[in-house]
């Protein structure tokens, strides 16, 4: 089992900055890749950012050097860096660690952008 707490989410206006972080618990010594996934309304939840326990990284086109995906290891903590935020970036962000037959998400956050 692993739980996943997600936190650092608000109001921002566009071009501003957020942090979010996600805290795993649990079981979380076989965890290899985490992500980051949001969802806005009416639309398919998406990837937005995947890092591996070897640092690879993986972004959506859309955020690509906007956004900055990070784990500390030490505080199974992952984070998601994002600048220059622009409205569209709206949506609940979801963290993901799938681990053996599971796969686990947080609860979600809500990031709002104004224009």
């Known amino acids: 089992q692993v739980q996943l707490v997600e936190s650092g989410g608000g109001f921002v206006q566009a071009g501003g900055s957020l942090r979010l972080s996600c805290a795993a618990s649990?079981?979380?010594?076989?965890?290899?890749?985490m992500s980051w996934h949001r969802q806005a309304p009416g639309k398919q939840r998406e990837l937005v950012a995947a890092i591996t326990r070897g640092n690879k990284l993986d972004y959506a086109d859309s955020v690509k050097g906007r956004f900055t995906i990070s784990r500390d290891n030490a505080k199974n903590t992952v984070y998601l860096q994002m600048n220059s935020l622009k409205p569209e970036d709206t949506a609940v962000y979801y963290c993901?660690?799938?681990?053996?037959?599971?796969?686990?998400w947080g609860q979600g956050t809500q990031v709002t952008v104004s224009s």
């Open positions: 993901n660690a799938p681990l053996g037959a599971g796969n686990y």
């Open positions: 649990g079981s979380i010594f076989s965890i290899n890749a």
